[in-house]
């Protein structure tokens, strides 16, 4: 019991000693696509981590392991990854937003670990369709059909009322 809480006790160590020199340097450039979000990132170093939509780490598409470079991002289609989609009336359109989280550690989060979350508006154009359109006058059709006369009959009654 005491060797494995020893044991726990330097693996907490060795995490909280190991520094990461690493983070993001300025701000992510986001893309606001016709179907997609793109956002990407320069680090100041070669960045060894994970790019995911918030909630959705192990959901094929939803995340991007990047190791090696200094540029990393993920782009994700309007109808994955839980992308949350609003209308707004004023102004007409519809905001297109989610919650990415850069993570610099492949297994644990650090403090230069950032969340952005990420908002497109795509603003809903007024379009006036015209198109002429002919209309004719309506024809009228004569219809006879041949009706027997009706027969009346006529009864006098006695100590009518």
């Not at 598409?61 to 200094?70: A, K």
């Not at 219809?143 to 100590?159: H, K, Q």
């Amino acid at each position: 019991m005491q060797l494995s809480l020893v044991c726990l006790a330097l693996c907490v160590a060795s995490v909280v000693a190991i520094p990461i020199d690493n983070g993001v340097e300025g701000e992510p450039e986001i893309e606001c696509g016709s179907t997609s979000i793109t956002i990407s990132f320069n680090t100041q170093n070669n960045f060894e981590g994970h790019v995911y939509v918030k909630g959705r780490y192990a959901e094929p598409g939803c995340r991007n392991d990047e190791n090696g470079r200094q540029t990393a991002g993920i782009s994700l289609d309007f109808s994955a990854c839980g992308v949350k989609r609003t209308r707004s009336e004023n102004p007409k359109g519809v905001f297109v937003e989610t919650t990415v989280i850069i993570s610099f550690h492949p297994l644990f989060e650090t403090k230069i670990d950032r969340a952005y979350r990420i908002q497109c508006f795509y603003m809903e154009a007024d379009k006036t369709v015209s198109q002429e359109l002919e209309v004719s006058m309506l024809t009228t059709g004569f219809a006879t059909e041949v009706v027997p006369m009706p027969i009346c009959r006529y009864e006098i009654l006695e100590g009518g009322p």
